[in-house]
Antibody, heavy 119, light 108 residues
Framework: EVQLVESGGGLVQPGRSLRLSCATS????????MHWVRQAPGKGLEWVSG????????GYADSVKGRFTMSRDNAKNSLYLQMNSLRGEDTALYYC????????????WGQGTMVTVSS | EIVLTQSPGTLSLSPGERATLSCRAS???????LAWYQQKPGQAPRLLIY???YRATGIPDRFSGSGSGTDFSLTISRLEPEDFAVYYC?????????FGQGTRLEIK
C-alpha cells in the first residue's frame, strides 16, 4: 500500500526556518514526481513546490520562491521542504502529494503537517 | 500564472439532484492537464477527475468531467449524501500549477 506521512510541522517565529519531511512507502520513490501543497486555515489549496512532468527540475510558487527548497533523499524514500524566512502567511497545513498513476495529477496525498508562524 | 475561477462559490442542492460545477481558466489549459479534487472536512483532497474527463480509480460513474480550452465543468449526476464537500479544479500543464478557489457543495 502506498503511504505518505508528513512530519516536522510546529510553531515557529517569523523569520525562522523549519524543515518538513514526507516519509513514503509502498512504491519505488525515485520513479515518481512529488509535490508540496498547502492549505491555510479555512482557505483553499495552494501548490507550493514540485517536480516538473519530466522530473528535470523543481518548480516553486512565486509566494515561496527563494525561501523554500524542495529536495529528496532516495535512500530514505523521503521528500523534504526546507522553509526559510517564514512569514505569517506561510501558516498552513502542508501536504505532500504523489503523481502515481497515468493521471499526471496528484493521485495520493498524505494527511498533512501543520505549520504555524507566529511570535 | 494561469488563474482558475470556480463558480458558484457555494451550491445548495438536495440528495438525488444533479450538480454542475464550473471552472474557468484565464488562458487556455491543455485538457490533458485539468483535474478535479474533492475535499471533506478534516481530510486530504481526493483525486476525482484527471485529463478533464477521466475518472480516477475507484470514483463512481455519477462523477463526470468535461470541457476544453478555458471552460471546464464537473457534473455529479445524482447527489449522494457523501458527495457534499468542497471541490477544487487544478491545472498542471504549466510550470506553475494552480488550483481554483473551490466550490462548496452543501445540503439544501
Amino acid at each position: 500500500e502506498v503511504q505518505l506521512v508528513e512530519s516536522g510541522g510546529g510553531l515557529v517565529q517569523p523569520g525562522r526556518s523549519l524543515r518538513l519531511s514526507c516519509a513514503t512507502s509502498g512504491f519505488t520513490f525515485d520513479d515518481y514526481a512529488m509535490h508540496w501543497v498547502r492549505q491555510a486555515p479555512g482557505k483553499g489549496l495552494e501548490w507550493v513546490s514540485g517536480d516538473s512532468w519530466n522530473r528535470r527540475h523543481i518548480g516553486y510558487a512565486d509566494s515561496v520562491k527563494g525561501r523554500f527548497t524542495m529536495s529528496r533523499d532516495n535512500a530514505k524514500n523521503s521528500l523534504y521542504l526546507q522553509m526559510n524566512s517564514l512569514r505569517g502567511e506561510d501558516t498552513a497545513l502542508y501536504y505532500c502529494a504523489l503523481v502515481y498513476g497515468d493521471t499526471n495529477a496528484f493521485d495520493i496525498w498524505g494527511q498533512g503537517t501543520m505549520v504555524t508562524v507566529s511570535s | 500564472e494561469i488563474v482558475l475561477t470556480q463558480s458558484p462559490g457555494t451550491l445548495s442542492l438536495s440528495p438525488g439532484e444533479r450538480a454542475t460545477l464550473s471552472c474557468r481558466a484565464s488562458q487556455s489549459v491543455s485538457s490533458s492537464f485539468l483535474a478535479w479534487y474533492q475535499q471533506k472536512p478534516g481530510q486530504a483532497p481526493r483525486l476525482l477527475i484527471y485529463g478533464a474527463s477521466y475518472r480516477a480509480t475507484g470514483i463512481p460513474d455519477r462523477f463526470s468531467g468535461s470541457g476544453s480550452g478555458t471552460d471546464f465543468s464537473l457534473t455529479i449526476s445524482r447527489l449522494e449524501p457523501e458527495d457534499f464537500a468542497v471541490y477544487y479544479c487544478q491545472q498542471y500543464g504549466s510550470s506553475s500549477i494552480t488550483f481554483g478557489q473551490g466550490t462548496r457543495l452543501e445540503i439544501k
